[in-house]
């Protein structure tokens, strides 16, 4: 049997990595053998380490998009390889990425060589960005041009997951699936909660279909698309904290992500995301923003205290990437300073993403 090729679409904070998890434990309860493939514009990424730490196989595609390292995808798959592929392969794709179905899903199937069975495509949305830009709250959110690869990246999608139903009135999330159904006729809308697992039986049952499926092949603006990208500030750093007397591994992390989201609203700057992972010991944390207007979580506490942990911190904001990376190592010395704890940066990337330009597009 061919591995089972699972491409998670949606815009950045939808709940794609968590979406991930859930599903890699799902097949691996099932006996079945699963490789997961995440995707950034740069180097350390929560999302990688927070799977590896759950025990998982993990392959990073760094440095651009999988369109436009679609080898590097392949070679990572193949990486992935004892014998055999895993039985599912699960792929991440960055959250800022449209086009998907021309320059991945097409090419996996005309020009990698090894055999996949490609699900169903779905595209995760998270209800604040639903809200905004489906429903036309004017409360907030991104331009019009970061909007475009929102409405693409549910234009080509075999069906669309409405996440994180757990947070809002289930007649809130009626009303964007009836904007999802009126915009674009013909995609099933699901609607899951990655984090508690409301709604997962149906979503596994979906992409377990055999089929022709990734045919919705989309015109494209590349300029608009280049341009909506390139309002994002980008970051990812790499840090290590030590602190004499100790200090709890949850509080400090949530604190650097809270603080960050405060300061990002008081500027009216966009969070698209901000994530931040803390490891320990053997243990770790993940705390994360999705937008400015909701609260920051510690999706993943530890419950651990520490003299020494090394931390990941990923921002992806509408604003410049100097004003992004002077925010950030701002607030990182006023947490320490809190927790009398003293800091080295290790690796540190701020930029905004550069045109995409694919590998291959097959329409």
Known sequence: MPARFILIGGFLGAGKST???RLARHYTSQGLRVGVVTN?????????????????EVGEVAGACFCCSFNDLTATVEAMRSGELPDVIIAEPVGSCTDLVATVIRPLASVYETPLEIAPYGVILKPSHGQ???????KGGFSPKAAYIFRKQVEEADFVVINRIDEIEPDEVDTLAAAIESEYPGRPVLRISAKTGEGFEEY????????????????????????????LGWLNCQLKVTAESGFELDGFLLSIVESLH?????A????????????????????????SFTKPVLSLPSKHSTRSAN?????????????????????LKQVSQTYSADFEMETLQSFRPGRPVPTHRIV
């Open 262 to 266: 405060n300061e990002f609203a008081s």
């Open 268 to 291: 009216e700057a966009e969070v698209a995301h901000l994530k931040a992972i803390g490891m320990s010991d053997g243990n770790y944390s993940v705390a994360n923003s999705v937008s």
């Open 204 to 231: 596994f049952e979906f992409l377990q279909q055999s089929g022709e499926f990734g045919q919705r092949v989309m015109e494209v603006d590349y300029d608009l698309y280049a341009e909506g990208e390139a309002e």
């Open 311 to 331: 931390l990941v911190v990923n921002a992806r904001v509408a604003t410049d990437p100097t004003m992004l990376e002077e925010s950030v190592v701002s607030i």
């Open 40 to 56: 950034d514009q740069a180097t350390d990424l929560v999302d990688t380490h927070a799977l590896r730490n759950q025990g998982y």
């Open 132 to 138: 905004k830009i489906l429903q036309g709250d004017g």
């Open 19 to 21: 979406t991930a998890g």
